[in-house]
């Protein structure tokens, strides 16, 4: 319970501490925001900071903190670690940087930032990257929830209608004005998440008190087969949303397009992430206090356990609180992620989007792709299944290319880029390790695949070294 109780209060501290200096690092100011210069009604809407902070929290967490903590929590409390940790300086600064050099931009969407700082060669990789990332996030987000619907209703409707009007409600979503839909709903869902997480962590400090497992207790892997799932790398692309996402930065310039002053930045980026953190670490000691006292539960999925823990610790509300974060959770994730695949699109070809033909122009092709992968998944239900594993992968690759185009940023600028070039390279390290040892990679010895890892990161640093001295003789 100490370990529970001490990340805690860190991850809170580090939101007024470390929050603060990483603020001052990026120096915000009082020049206009991209709505006060390019309001139009659709994407660029002016909306108050607790608005801003409530939706771009459920952006970024939908089940992303629930189901990866839980699982997460099935390497012992070796999760509790990076969770603290890997919020506070990778996930928080990544999301907190990325969404203000955004905002200084206009707002721009991930690939073209990404592709400003790291060359056109990167912009098209990003580009093609993210596209698929956030279509399949769509097309998860249609399926997984339809499927827990069409079995609450007992298969009256049936599974493709439950899809068609998930479908139907993510082309509103992605089309019409962000506070029509958006705006409206996603204050309640993300309050919702928070008072789960809230009811969850006062009936854990009721039930748990001496049989949570602490920090010194050791962190060997609790695994059933920890060889074939080491700590190093799984963990840190397992537990993802709590710690760090690159999903986030794709969600991001939504949010910066509404701001009405650049010193909200960090209570809604910074904030957002830790708060996500504080929610994770509330699963993940929930979920390791149940696996240690019973060890059977372990073998139950993410989904099943969320409605264990919320029906017998919060009861009827807990059980309407579970239901609502496995099912509208991820709706609210799909939605947005098919809105930013839209946004996306229309800076890539510099469409217009004040017009509403043109938005259901770029969203109905969005949306054609999106249907022909859920197409795919009926029939390849196999390879699908492989793709949800890469999508793990490539979430936490696209945080990659991000923290290095920060890092650039901050180079180029002037300003003290540890900060984001330390996570950069440990997360190089972490990607490319993974996908050189795990099952749906390529099966590597995890010797071989560490020392993969640690020579992409070698030699990343060594080239932006080079640059950098560039740089300095260009002064």
Known sequence: MFTFLIGLAVLVLSYFVYGRLVERLFGPDNRPTPVQLHEDGVDFIRMPRWKIFMIQFLNIAGTGPIF???????FGTSCFLWIVFGCIFIGAVHDYLAAMISLRHNGESLPELVGRYLGGGTRQVMRVFTLVLLILVGAVFIDSPAEILDELTGGHLGLIIWMAIIFGYYLCAAVLPIDKIIGKIYPIFAFAILF????????????????????????????????????????????????I???????SPMMCRCMQSEHQGRGIFFGAMITEGIVALIWAAAASWL??????????????????????????????????????????????????????????????????????????????????????RSIYA?????????????????????????????????????????????????CTSYICVAPEGFGLSLSVATAIGCSLATLSLVWFIMWWRRQICHM
């Open 382 to 430: 196999d390879g699908f299944d492989a793709l949800w594993r890469y999508f793990a992968w490539a979430n936490q690759t696209l945080s990659v290319f991000t923290l290095w185009a920060i890092t650039v940023y901050l180079a180029s600028h002037g300003k003290w880029f540890v900060v984001t070039l330390l996570p950069a390279l440990f997360m190089t390290t972490i």
């Open 68 to 74: 990866g903590a839980i699982m997460g929590a099935k």
């Open 196 to 243: 789960m997480a809230v009811g969850l962590l006062i009936a854990f400090l009721f039930h748990a008190p001496g049989a949570c497992p602490e920090i010194w207790d050791g962190l060997q892997n609790n695994q059933p087969n920890p060889e074939a799932k080491p700590i190093f790398p799984m963990l840190f692309i397992t537990v993802a949303c709590g710690a």
């Open 291 to 376: 696996f240690h006292t019973q060890p059977n539960q372990a073998a139950e999925t993410a989904p099943n356990l969320v409605f264990v823990m919320s029906r017998e610790w919060l009861g009827v509300v807990g059980g309407a609180l579970a239901i609502l974060g496995v099912v509208f959770a991820p709706i609210s994730t799909g939605d947005t992620a098919l809105r930013s695949a839209r946004l996306i699109v229309a800076d890539i070809f510099k469409i217009d989007q004040s017009a509403l033909g043109k938005r259901l122009g770029v969203a109905i092709v969005i949306f054609a792709i999106t249907f022909g992968v859920l197409f795919m």
């Open 245 to 251: 996402s690159g999903f986030h930065a794709t969600q």
